[in-house]
């Protein structure tokens, strides 16, 4: 893990020349990313986890979902993480689950890179809807102990 300041709120020459929208783009005073070997696989931003994908690399049809390596989610869950967030850069499109729903309902895969825990679409919230919270602490723990 780790974490990098955001320069827009420390003074840096973006804070003063330009518009607030672009300016305010990150809007917490720092960001924390989570590697795996040795790639970053995303960042978390308070305590929403963002990972960009693209569908048609990353989209995994077995399950019809996305997979998650089992060492970022216990780095997430370290962190404290709540919500994991989703953002397709090729569909344009945005899937948010709170982070108890993958671990509890995730399934177990692995096809070479590793084990990791996948969760189907039909348990994810596309754009703007709310996302509910699943399971409890010790549901949590099969997975990451």
Not at 45 to 50: E, R
Not at 84 to 110: C, F, H, P, W
Request: aromatic share 12%.
């Amino acid at each position: 893990m780790k974490i990098i300041q955001n320069p827009v709120l420390h003074g840096h020459w973006a804070s003063s020349r330009c518009p607030a929208f672009v300016a305010g783009i990150l809007h917490y005073p720092y960001y924390i990313t989570i590697p795996v070997g040795g790639q970053i696989v995303g960042e978390v931003v308070g305590n929403k986890f963002i990972k960009h994908v693209v569908r048609h690399k990353h989209y995994f049809r077995k399950i019809q979902g996305y997979c998650f390596d089992l060492e970022s989610l216990k780095q997430l869950k370290q962190l404290g993480v709540q919500f994991v967030e989703l953002r397709e850069q090729d569909t344009r499109k945005t899937y948010r689950v709170a982070l108890s729903m993958i671990l509890n309902k995730g399934i177990d895969v692995d096809e070479g890179h590793g084990r990791q825990l996948g969760l189907p679409l039909k348990y994810w919230s596309q754009g703007n809807e709310l996302v509910g919270e699943q399971g409890t602490m010790w549901e949590d723990l099969r997975w990451i102990q």
